[in-house]
């Protein structure tokens, strides 16, 4: 190994629905964090790794720090925040907008604490002038002195080369943690099981989505074909009958879609059934959240 190798922990943090699944997933080139337009689609800390001949970048892309609801709002709000004092360099992704609210305040606040060398990412700067993203810039640099100012477009891949540059700057000397073909740590039933939950949150209304979550059966693969047996579960009767649809019509139609993310993930055929089941209150439940996969775990890391 080169003794100029550099490995490290790059954290991404923000608010909710600021882009860092989709900035992780375009900067490591595969689709491993499930993406929606509604916020807090990344419930677990995810881990991906990103590895050249210079350099390997591990990941962490967090759920969006907000105010918790419920005790699965809680495990998101800790996961993120816990994940600050793992990392070699933080990432903390901003929209491309002057006012700066109690949320990205409360960040600020927190990475101050923090000696962990901090990147502003300005993303989404598709969708503004240039003139007012110096604005932007600004408006920030006045709150914290940030270690660089990187803006980019995870969207249109912008100037994401520039990032990984920065962040390799940042990381100490050392080999690398995996393998150089290795792009996640996340189980592959876990990937499937987001997957799912992604076209949920995509299709379903705007309320529902927070109260799904999806376990995987069974998953038998087969000489040509995977067989994946998988249940949505939902916190009332009404939202199985929206789930469902009429005639079935709904179910379909996130299994059908779901089913194309899973057969790029697997490279092969796959067979879906869904189910839906009803757990009242899973959000508040400490033994369902564990059965769900919401574990708080330490020394998850290092």
């Not at 807090?40 to 990941?59: D, G, H, L, M, P």
């Not at 925040?81 to 409360?106: C, K, M, R, W």
């Not at 606040?109 to 969708?127: A, F, G, S």
């Not at 992604?198 to 069974?218: C, F, K, N, W, Y």
Request: hydrophobic letters at 40%; a neutral charge; aromatic letters at 6%.
């Amino acid at each position: 190994m080169d003794t100029q190798y550099r490995s490290g922990f790059a954290a991404l943090i923000g608010r909710p629905n600021v882009g860092k699944s989709t900035l992780m997933n375009t900067m490591i080139g595969q689709k491993i964090a499930i993406t929606s337009s509604k916020p807090q689609t990344t419930r677990n800390r995810i881990r991906t790794v990103y590895t050249s001949e210079k350099a390997q970048i591990v990941f962490l892309d967090t759920p969006g720090i907000h105010k918790a609801k419920n005790k699965l709002g809680s495990y998101m709000v800790h996961t993120a925040e816990q994940t600050l004092s793992d990392a070699d360099v933080i990432l903390f992704l901003v929209e491309p907008t002057v006012y700066i609210g109690a949320g990205e305040q409360h960040i600020i606040d927190q990475l101050k604490q923090t000696r962990t060398p901090v990147i502003l990412v300005v993303n989404k700067i598709d969708t503004v002038k240039k003139n007012d993203l110096f604005a932007v810039i600004d408006a920030y640099r006045r709150q914290m002195d940030f270690a660089e100012i990187v803006p980019v477009s995870a969207f249109q891949n912008t100037n994401t080369d520039e990032l990984l540059s920065c962040i390799i700057k940042y990381l100490p000397y050392g080999p690398a943690f995996y393998d150089e073909d290795t792009v996640t740590d996340q189980p592959e039933r876990q990937i499937v099981a987001e997957l799912i939950r992604e076209q949920a949150l995509r299709m379903l209304d705007e309320e529902l989505p927070h109260g799904i979550a999806v376990t995987i059966e069974s998953m038998k693969r087969l000489k040509r074909i995977t067989e994946i047996q998988a249940t949505i579960v939902c916190e009332r009767d009404s939202h199985k009958g929206m789930i469902i649809g009429k005639g079935g019509a709904m179910l379909k139609r996130i299994g059908s879609q779901a089913r194309i993310g899973i057969e790029d993930l697997l490279g092969c055929q796959v067979n879906l059934k869904l189910w839906v089941k009803v757990k009242k209150d899973w959000r508040d439940s400490d033994y369902l959240l564990k059965n769900f996969g919401y574990r708080q775990d330490e020394n998850e890391f290092r």
